[in-house]
């Protein structure tokens, strides 16, 4: 659809269909460098710890199950599961609270910029 030549947009289209414009707003905040890189930063670590947070939850999903569903005769390789499970089960939490923690920091970072009176 093109527009006319008072840069209005047409309300009717040459196959009939009415086009129904609604009004928006646009809000900008001006930033500085440091700070956008500061909340890019923040939001990449959020990103990667919760990546490794449910990397760490599968793992040890998975080795429960196996511990739970399968006889393993041999007291190494069930140890070596055993402690499987406790190194999944610490880094889900390490990274579960990293990510909580980076999600409030970005959300804090959002408020400042949003409102730097406050």
Same mark, same amino acid.
């Given at each position: 659809? $093109? $527009?006319? @030549? ?9 196959? &009939?269909?009415? *086009?129904?414009? #609604?009004?928006?707003?646009? #809000? ?5 460098? $440091?700070?956008?890189? $500061? ?5 990449? +670590? ?5 990546? +490794?947070?449910?990397?760490?939850? &599968?793992?040890?999903?998975?080795? *429960?199950?196996?511990?739970?569903? *399968?006889?393993? !005769?041999? !007291?190494?390789? #069930?140890?070596?599961?055993?402690? &499987? ?5 610490? &880094? ?18 959002? @408020?400042?910029? @949003?409102?730097?009176?406050?």
């Amino acid at each position: 659809m $093109q $527009q006319s @030549k008072n840069n209005a947009w047409p309300t009717t289209s040459d196959s &009939g269909v009415t *086009v129904v414009t #609604h009004t928006r707003e646009v #809000h900008m905040y001006r930033v500085t460098e $440091q700070e956008l890189e $500061q909340l890019c930063d923040s939001g990449n +670590l959020k990103t990667l710890d919760v990546s +490794l947070f449910t990397l760490c939850v &599968g793992a040890l999903i998975a080795v *429960v199950v196996t511990l739970t569903t *399968v006889d393993i !005769p041999n !007291p190494a390789v #069930h140890g070596s599961y055993v402690a &499987g499970a406790l190194v999944a089960g610490i &880094g889900a939490i390490f990274f579960g609270v990293r990510a909580v923690l980076a999600w409030r920091n970005t959300d804090r970072e959002l @408020k400042r910029l @949003k409102n730097p009176t406050a």
